[in-house]
């Protein structure tokens, strides 16, 4: 789960506490941030020696 503008129509009471409940159950134990999402992209734009690799940025919960 990342924090994106997706989320605001719950309204600030209610993204806070689905962000609280989902960060419980997430092993990382927080929400991640598009700057994280970015960094994984940068990361594999610039690597010269990475291939055929799937990174999950995904704070340890499966994206299935």
């Not at 600030?12 to 927080?30: D, I, V």
């Amino acid at each position: 789960m990342i924090d994106t503008g997706a989320w605001d129509e719950f309204g600030e009471e209610g993204k806070a506490s689905y962000f609280e409940n989902m960060s419980a159950r997430n092993p990382a134990g927080r929400i991640g941030t598009p700057g994280e999402i970015a960094d994984g992209v940068l990361f594999a734009m610039t690597s010269r020696f990475l291939t055929g690799t799937t990174l999950h940025i995904d704070g340890g919960e499966p994206l299935t």
